[in-house]
């Protein structure tokens, strides 16, 4: 059945890629061309060409907003008619091979292939140089890619002492680099401060500070979102004095949960939407290089990369400034501050960061099963409140997670 769903979603997304290519050069006529360029090309049209930066040491030019290799089919061909041309975790095209429309002009896009700790998931694995550089091989030889622009270490390191004394995961990407199987690293990185699950876990703000100063790595993926951060807004400017390349993830905070609230949405400023005033917020009032933000279908694609680049005008400031408001009485921005208390060690940023799976990106089942996962579950609060008083932004910690125990168990 596997592999029947294989071969079905391999011809579809030929067939899908096809209909991109071939349409502009007119190969595909009648209903084809109609059903799979027509509403590709119309939300292209609509979002208009995405504005580039240079990213990190090599300065390469690259869409302020990128993709990923989980975006959906169609979103991706549009993106790439906008110019979009960074694939960030593009090893996730391993099942059925790269969309033919990034293979068919590989040389004008960035592949990034995400490699995890091996033996467990990010707190308990490890480095291992053998397992990385298979990994990357087998992921070359699935995705048709032929090279990888960017290996990624995905999560990130505990604290900067592993950075110092664990050269393993560098050590595997000089192999590659060799072999021109690779040609930049990077890192996504989470904060572990205060984790029950990690020793002398730090925040990400400091390790990435010893990742720039260490200079082998050229950019970093960490989150962000409206409302500032005053660490990361200051990790930012140091990353840019030293040419070292930032992108936003986990950027729409609490936007999935406010666009289900009918009333707030009334109450925004005519004319304007969470999505797109984000973005606009994002390329333009901000110091980082880009952002990846998930969108699900066409629809949200245009809502959301339109606003690339554009003014950020009073009534999205406006709308910013309400979605801050209702964010912080709802949404965590996954800092960590509040973990070192919890006298049961309860992994409360995990826990969130899922809930906020579930709740803004509809993720239920990713959700749930992470949050099976884990070793000590939000029925393990007494209630004791240490948590709240570590909170910047005085979230009711024990009944979100006792709420979020609920839904995702
Ligand atoms: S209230 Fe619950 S989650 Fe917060 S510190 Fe106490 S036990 Fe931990
Ligand atoms: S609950 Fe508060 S302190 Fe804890 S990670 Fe979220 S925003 Fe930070």
Redesign the pocket.
């Known amino acids: 059945m596997k592999d029947k769903n294989a071969i079905e979603r391999r011809k579809f997304l030929k067939l899908s890629s096809a209909a991109v290519l071939a349409g502009l050069a007119g190969r595909l006529a009648g209903s084809q061309r109609k059903e799979g360029l027509s509403v590709v090309e119309e939300a292209a049209r609509k979002v208009g060409k995405l504005p580039r930066r240079k990213l990190g040491y090599s300065q390469r030019e690259v869409s302020m907003l990128i993709g990923a290799g989980d975006l959906e089919l169609l979103c991706t061909e549009a993106g790439v008619l906008c110019g979009m041309n960074y694939w960030h975790k593009a090893n996730r095209w391993m099942s059925s091979g790269a969309p033919e429309v990034i293979i068919k002009n590989r040389d004008a896009h960035y592949c990034q292939v995400t490699v995890d700790r091996v033996g467990s998931d990010h707190y308990s694995g490890h480095f291992d140089e053998e397992e990385h550089y298979r990994y990357v091989k087998e992921a070359l030889e699935k995705t048709g890619l032929r090279y990888f622009d960017d290996m990624q270490l995905h999560f990130g390191y505990h604290n900067t002492d592993e950075l110092k004394k664990d050269r393993s995961f560098i050590r595997a990407f000089e192999r590659l680099k060799k072999e021109g199987s690779v040609k930049h690293l990077c890192l996504s990185q989470h904060s572990y401060e205060g984790s029950s699950r990690v020793q002398n876990g730090q925040s990400a703000a400091e390790v990435l500070t010893a990742v720039v100063e260490d200079g082998i790595y050229e950019h970093a993926q960490f989150m962000y979102s409206y409302g500032g951060d005053p660490d990361m807004d200051k990790f930012m400017e140091f990353a840019r004095e030293k040419n070292f390349g930032t992108i936003a993830m986990k950027t729409a905070r609490g936007i999935g949960r406010m666009k289900q609230d009918e009333s707030f949405m009334a109450r925004l400023p005519e004319g304007t939407s969470p999505h797109n005033a984000l973005v606009r917020w994002l390329t333009t009032k901000t110091k980082l290089d880009a952002a990846v933000i998930r969108v699900r279908n066409l629809g949200e694609f245009v809502e959301t990369y339109s606003g690339a680049g554009k003014d950020l005008r009073a009534r999205d400031l406006r709308a910013i400034e309400m979605m801050t408001a209702e964010a912080d009485k709802t949404a ?8 070192s208390g919890c006298p049961q060690q309860i992994p ?2 995990d826990i ?1 960061r899922f809930e906020r799976y579930a709740m803004d990106d509809h993720d239920w089942i990713k959700a749930s099963k992470l949050y099976a996962g884990l070793p000590t579950k939000g029925d393990q609060c007494i209630g004791c409140r240490s ?1 709240v008083q ?4 005085n ?1 009711q ?1 024990p009944e979100k997670i006792a709420r979020a125990h609920i839904m995702l168990v």
């Not at 965590?332 to 973990?339: I, T």
């Open positions: 965590c921005r996954l800092c960590g501050k509040c973990q409360i940023t969130l948590c570590s909170c910047p932004l979230l910690i």
